[in-house]
């Protein structure tokens, strides 16, 4: 579903642009939403990669959402995945909406 490298280019751009509001431990800062844990999990269970790529692009970052690049937005979803324990893989997670809509956000079962 998304590569290590992928989620590393996403760590980066969250630490850029999202640190602040989010945490670094990705649990959110005053209002905004936590981005790992129970919480995130149950509001995306069973939603699909592509509504969250757009519900991030429309909100975020805070200050100028929509300013990143596509590729950008998607690898800190990378980064994401990672932080709530999905597992890596060989393909890197799609830019592509149509690709997107064909994945959908399970919660992770330990």
Known sequence: MYTAAQAKRG???YAD???QCHGDDLTGV?????????TFLS????QLMADLLEQTQKSMPKDGPG???RQQYVDVLAYVL???AYPAGDTE???EIDAL???RIDQVRN
Not at 30 to 38: T, Y
Not at 43 to 46: A, L, P, S, V, Y
Request: net charge positive; proline share 6%; hydrophobic share 40%.
């Open 11 to 13: 760590a980066t751009v």
């Open 17 to 19: 642009t999202c640190v």
């Open 30 to 38: 005053d209002d905004a939403a936590p981005l790992v844990g129970a």
């Open 43 to 46: 509001k995306w269970n069973g």
């Open 67 to 69: 300013t990143l690049t």
């Open 82 to 84: 990672r932080a709530n």
């Open 93 to 95: 997670l799609p830019r």
């Open 101 to 103: 809509k064909q994945i």
